[in-house]
């Protein structure tokens, strides 16, 4: 009744039983997610998305404005404490993961109060924090950056990319094959969505095996399972499509996914890689990962131009797809040879 324009010339408040005029009222709220908020309010509000800071911004924001905040407020001057900008990336990096900067704030200040404490106790040297005086002062990273090269060393893991109410995540998608009798096992809290990403991703890799040089009957004698860590948190979406048939393909034609590109984009039954959300995100945890190359749907080409600016992109090679082969062919080393040498076994799409 507040929100439309119908009925909000009169709402009437049930405690103090009047009627308001509420048709001038602009009301604005914010929410981290907007799933839970029921339809038919949904229906009456205007959404803006905000997407969360980078790093980079996360850095200007703690140099210009928090550091200069919680040192005064905690009885210090900058000529007693003094934050390198490197000890503030430890600190974005490592300390918080989330869009905004409340934490980083609360990290700064409890930095801060370890200072204000030693000074307290006699202590009269000037502290620089850098990212050792972090390690000392808040202990051993609450986050740390995995190394991708070293998880994609055998065949059968892909990197994904996921976005999250606070940020990006690197997902790691891993999927094996045992003896077994035609069955699919999926594990890692997945939701109804990536349960049937998952579905449709096998589907596409048993009916295109010939063209990966898969054996086009090795579901009639294998179990599948497909397992995505960290397996406490719930996982949903269908942007991991690409992600899981990779993965795929990669254990059954044994050929390792290269370590150096994560990928995103929803997978149909016919083989089409469909636009998803998040994509600066995801950019921006691809990137903190120290991933090289990011592969996208191709109709999201106009979130690429609008949404990652220069500074985003560089260093980084985006490249659009608008098939499951593409991803195939940009994501999947090439075979070994008994020599040791690599080569590629693959026929070309469409042929046998």
Known sequence: EVLDPEQNNTFRDHYLDVPFDL????????????????PALRDRMEVLELPGYTEEEKLEIARGHLVGKQVPNHGLTLKQLAFADAGLRTLIRGYTREAGVRNLER??????????????DGSTDRVKVTPAVVHELLGAPKYLDEEIAERTKRPGVAI???WTPVGGEVLFIEASRMSGTASLTLTGQLGDVMKESARAALSWVRAHAAQWSIDPDFFKSSEIHVHVPSGAIPKDGPSAGVTMATALVSELSRRPVRGDVAMTGEITLSGKVLPVGGIKEKVLAAKRAGVREIILPRQNEKNVNEDLDADLRAGLTIHLVGTIDEVLLLALLPVRSTTGKRTSRRVQPGMQ
């Open 23 to 38: 048709s001038e009222v602009l009301f604005i709220t914010t929410a981290n997610v907007l799933d839970p908020v029921p």
């Open 107 to 120: 990290e700064i200040g409890a930095i801060c109060r370890k200072v204000a404490r030693r000074r307290a």
């Open 160 to 162: 994904g990319l996921a």
